[in-house]
């Protein structure tokens, strides 16, 4: 799919001269009551009948080849109630972008302001001008995240953090984009098995079944961007590595 022919070029322009002199560029380069014991009845028996059906799929852990294989089939899946953070609160907010982009973008989970698509609030605001900096948008750009609902802490937790960097990888190889940007320590640690501080400043190769391969980089989220500014030099750099104008 192309760019978004109704996007507004001039507004695009200038977000992208802010990122750039932000980043040092300055040349050219519920009411009703509630039974909660009939509720837990109701939730006991249902987790024993699941026992009763399926015990394997009840006690194994999630593998790579129990996961759909088929790119829409994975979507629904990825937001539906098989996926680990069914059970957490919040919505969950699924992947944009053009199924078969050449960028692919991952985050390590929703922000807190986030509804219907991931960042769309204060952070999302500096990633669409760092998009634009490098003449794209979200009408040509894939973003996903590690986990489809926010995390209570923020964080990714440890305790199923292998399983949704398999989740993660599998993401990855379905869509097969060109290029993939992770951004934070979770998206990084989930494709890369490093932090972004160990991966950042080189190209990370995956190789998928179908032949195709997804050249990878690190770098900072745009949450850590605003909360330490200096550090967009290097997300600059990063950008710069992505799109093939700087090689490291």
């Known amino acids: 799919m192309g760019a978004d022919q109704n996007l507004d070029w001039a ?21 009703e009551g509630f039974d909660w014991l009939e509720s837990a009845a109701r939730q006991a028996a249902s987790r024993d009948a699941a026992r009763a059906v399926a015990p394997a799929a009840a006690t194994s852990p999630l593998t790579h080849e129990a996961l759909p294989e088929d790119s829409d089939a994975f979507a629904a899946w990825r937001i539906g109630e098989l996926a680990p953070e069914a059970r957490w609160g919040g919505a ?18 929703p922000e807190r302001d986030d509804r219907e698509l991931l960042m769309e609030g204060r952070v999302g605001r500096l990633f669409d001008r760092m998009l634009a900096a490098i003449g794209r948008s979200r009408a040509d750009t894939g973003l996903a995240s590690v986990c489809v609902r926010r995390p209570t802490t ?95």
Do not use: Y
């Not at 001269?17 to 932000?22: A, G, I, P």
């Not at 944009?96 to 390590?108: C, I, Q, R, T, Y």
């Open 154 to 248: 923020g964080r990714v937790p440890r305790e199923i953090e292998a399983r949704l960097g398999e989740i993660a990888r599998h993401h990855v190889a379905l869509a097969a984009p060109q290029r993939l940007l992770v951004m934070g320590d979770a998206a990084s640690r989930a494709i890369l098995a490093m932090s972004v501080a160990d991966a950042r400043g080189r190209f990370h190769t995956l190789n998928h079944k179908n032949g195709k391969i997804t050249q990878v980089v690190a770098s900072h989220h745009p949450r850590f961007l605003l909360d330490r500014p200096a550090a967009k030099v290097e997300a600059w750099k990063d950008l710069l590595m992505l799109t093939g104008e700087v090689e490291r």
């Open 92 to 109: 969950a907010i699924a992947a944009s972008g053009p199924a078969d982009a050449e960028l692919l973008v991952f985050v390590d989970c």
């Open 11 to 31: 507004k695009a322009a200038a977000s992208a001269l802010d990122w750039w002199h932000d980043a040092g560029v300055d040349v050219l380069v519920g009411d």
